[in-house]
């Protein structure tokens, strides 16, 4: 069988609403996290993807500059949960509420 | 010299601001005081020069322009004074009697509270009566007129700790402003029908020399006298506004001398004989100006019968001459006029003083013996001369010089005043019967209040009476130089007649006057014609009324001091009626002042409350609103706001791809 790149999009499809899906269902802010990174990752399979199939090396180095983004966000990320569960004693997005009325 | 006419009001100006500024600071009352009357003094000598210097002049018209104000187009306002008779003899009397009233006000005045400011406001006053009668176009005379105004309403509410002060001098400021209103109105009319004809000026002797552009006795010259002159009744205190003057009485009695008497309420007068050539040009106008004076005088007169307060009887004494002067400016009378103004400035400023040295006595000895009477109420008083010996003589020869009595001051500008009503071209056999018998009943109360305060029985709380003192001489220095200027100053406008009689002695006034009112008079004819012997027949008929007058106060109040009391005691209503002042106030009340109130009220609870404060209460609570209602989008949690990114993008994703 002939990966084509018709199988990438549908996979990256796949992968995205899956990480959107966990974005939106999960209440631990590590495993919302975990999936907004798979988001990211979706959309860096279509960029590669692409990329390959129509010859034009934009899309990857797009791809080194998500990945930049998603490590500095990474780092962040964490070091604001950490924070939060210092304070809080819970990473559970539920508890992200003190703006609320 | 007429370059320097602007240091005339400038040295008050300079009193009012060091007093005004530093005399908390001054802790020294006599400093205070000699500051204030060097002030006034300074300018009264500038004055004496300018007249002195006038007087040997051929020309006689004298403008000194210190500085543009308004320059609009073709209209030029410029800070202006103006020098000529009318004006001169007015800035002598101004700062002539300031000065006097000042030096009187430091004897008076000993150890007030706020005496600085006492002395700031009265400097302050006369910078403004300066520019008033200085000033050669309306506008700054308009300043003036405003000034004097609210040094009127400073001083009158000097005692401001007490409610009847204030309240008067609330009231003189709302009266006044209503005839401010017409002085106002009728400048703009002015303005606006000599810009008709392609002449923009607010300028006196630019007024006069165009006057020829309106219409001689037309529509609009009217109204635009009768705005001035309704102007002219309110700083006047002519009726029907003449009722703040005798509630101005509530402040220190040097301020009803002064403004009260004997300068501020005169500007209305003044300002008819500035514009004497616009106001001759309406009959019609001169006709209500002497009906209304006339009537002033003898109504006035009447309320003076009952009054016992000692400044009231005085203060309807004012109105009443007032009403004599309003009387010669509609007669066509200028000279007469102005001649009464002066002549009234002296006594009538003496019998104030006077009756402040009386009570500033009477208030000492009731302090001395603690006691709290009414230091102003004549039915405490009697056989003051013993006590007073001083002012009851400048008293006694201002009373007669305010009766008319031969060869006092006021039987030369009275009996002038008399004649014109009586033969002049304007003139009314009636209005001539109503002022002789005005003059009869002023002789009649003035001689009451002499025969209360200073004659018959002691009536004084006999505890206070051996303590009553006469006044210190800084007090009655100036009585002295005032009873010689009221007794001596007629003696400057001798009528014809009388001067023909003695030897040729000229009318001096009239001479001196001549080049502001005599064009005025030929032009429209207006002129005094009559045999001699009837103008001795009205002088002999006054003369004989005041008699008349003095004699039965005597009956009534020396003589038979029951009558009275009878006389209330049968004619109970008509004696309650005249001792509430024809309850004048009362019908103001009703058909003005509480409607007002009223009209006040309701706009304040409807308009106000309901229509303005709910605009904006409105509008604020629409905001809140709208937001009350979008802060639920807000949940503050993160998947719900993840949620609707979500749906977002969702929906963007599907405009995009379906369009």
Not at chain 1, 76 to 86: K, S
Not at chain 2, 327 to 350: N, V
Not at chain 2, 577 to 586: P, R, T
Request: glycine letters at 10%.
């Amino acid at each position: 069988m002939i990966v084509s790149v018709y199988h990438y999009m549908v996979l990256s499809a796949i992968l995205f609403s899956l990480g959107t899906i966990g974005v939106l269902t999960r209440r631990n802010a590590i495993v919302v996290f975990m999936c907004i990174e798979l988001m990211l990752n979706a959309v860096n399979l279509t960029f590669i993807a692409l990329s390959s199939y129509l010859g034009n090396m934009d899309g990857q180095i797009f791809v080194f500059f998500i990945m930049t983004v998603a490590a500095a966000e990474a780092a962040v990320g964490l070091a604001l949960m950490i924070t939060f569960y210092r304070n809080r004693e819970s990473i559970d997005v539920e508890d992200f509420s003190l703006l609320k009325l | 010299m007429y370059d320097n006419l602007w240091l005339i009001p400038f040295f008050p100006l300079l009193g009012f601001l060091i007093n005004g500024l530093l005399g908390r600071k001054i802790k020294n009352e006599k400093v205070v005081g000699a500051i204030a009357t060097l002030a006034v003094f300074a300018s009264f000598v500038v004055s004496c020069m300018c007249f002195v210097r006038l007087l040997g002049d051929e020309v006689k018209t004298h403008e000194n322009i210190i500085g543009s104000w308004i320059s609009l187009g073709s209209l030029q306002v410029d800070w202006g004074f103006l020098l000529d008779p009318l004006s001169a003899l007015m800035i002598l009397n101004v700062t002539g009697l300031s000065t006097l009233i000042h030096l009187y006000s430091i004897g008076y005045m000993h150890g007030e509270d706020g005496y600085p400011r006492f002395f700031a406001y009265m400097n302050l006053f006369t910078f403004a009566m300066l520019m008033l009668v200085l000033g050669n176009n309306a506008l700054v005379m308009f300043v003036g007129w405003e000034g004097v105004g609210l040094c009127s309403y400073l001083l009158i509410g000097y005692y401001y700790e007490k409610k009847s002060a204030s309240d008067a001098g609330k009231k003189a400021f709302v009266v006044n402003r209503v005839g401010d209103f017409g002085f106002l109105l009728g400048l703009f009319l002015l303005f606006w029908s000599f810009g008709q004809n392609g002449v923009w000026t607010i300028n006196f002797t630019e007024i006069a020399a165009n006057a020829g552009a309106l219409e001689n006795g037309g529509i609009i010259v009217t109204l635009i006298t009768l705005c001035f002159f309704l102007g002219a009744t309110g700083k006047s205190a002519q009726i029907p506004l003449y009722t703040w003057l005798p509630d101005a009485m509530e402040g220190p009695t040097p301020v009803s001398a002064l403004i009260h008497a004997a300068t501020m309420v005169t500007a209305g007068v003044y300002m008819i004989a500035r514009m004497n050539g616009l106001f001759a040009m309406s009959p019609d106008t001169m006709m209500v100006i002497a009906i209304v004076g006339a009537a002033t005088a003898i109504f006035a007169a009447t309320i003076g019968f009952a009054q016992n307060d000692i400044k009231r009887v005085l203060a309807y004494s004012t109105v009443s001459q007032l009403g004599f002067m309003f009387l010669a400016m509609g007669i066509g009378a200028f000279t007469a006029g102005i001649f009464h103004l002066l002549t009234h400035a002296f006594f009538k400023a003496c019998l104030f003083l006077g009756s402040g040295s009386v009570i500033h006595g009477l208030h000492h000895a009731y302090h001395h013996a603690h006691l709290n009477h009414d230091p102003q109420d004549m039915r405490n008083m009697g056989g003051m001369r013993k006590k007073m010996p001083i002012t009851f003589i400048t008293f006694f020869l201002s009373t007669l010089a305010i009766c008319g009595l031969p060869f006092f001051s006021a039987f030369f500008s009275k009996d002038e005043i008399l004649w014109w009503a009586f033969a002049s071209t304007r003139g009314h056999w009636l209005l001539w019967l109503v002022g002789t018998i005005a003059a009869g009943m002023t002789a009649f109360y003035m001689f009451r209040l002499v025969f209360m305060t200073f004659f018959g029985a002691q009536k004084t709380d006999p505890r206070a009476k051996d303590h009553i003192p006469e006044s210190p001489f800084v007090m009655t220095f100036p009585l002295m130089v005032l009873a010689a200027l009221a007794t001596f100053g007629g003696l400057i406008g001798i009528p014809h007649v009388i001067g023909d009689l003695v030897g040729h002695i000229p009318n001096y006034l009239q001479q001196f006057l001549a080049p502001v009112f005599e064009h005025t008079q030929t032009f429209h004819g207006i002129e005094a014609h009559g045999a001699a012997s009837a103008e001795f027949g009205t002088i002999g008929v006054s003369v004989g009324v005041g008699l008349v007058g003095i004699g039965l106060a005597w009956l009534f109040y020396c003589k038979y001091p029951e009558i009275p009391a009878r006389f209330c005691a049968r004619f109970t209503r008509l004696h309650r009626a005249v001792f509430n002042k024809w309850y004048v106030d009362e019908l103001y009340d009703a058909l003005i002042v509480n409607p007002t109130k009223r009209l006040g009220t309701g706009l304040w609870q409807i308009f106000d409350v309901c229509i303005v404060d709910g605009i904006v209460n409105g509008v604020a609570r629409c905001i809140r609103g709208t937001g009350g209602l979008l802060r639920h989008t807000q949940t503050g949690f993160t998947h719900s706001y993840a949620m609707s990114m979500v749906v977002g993008v969702v929906v963007i994703i599907a405009i995009c791809v379906f369009q």
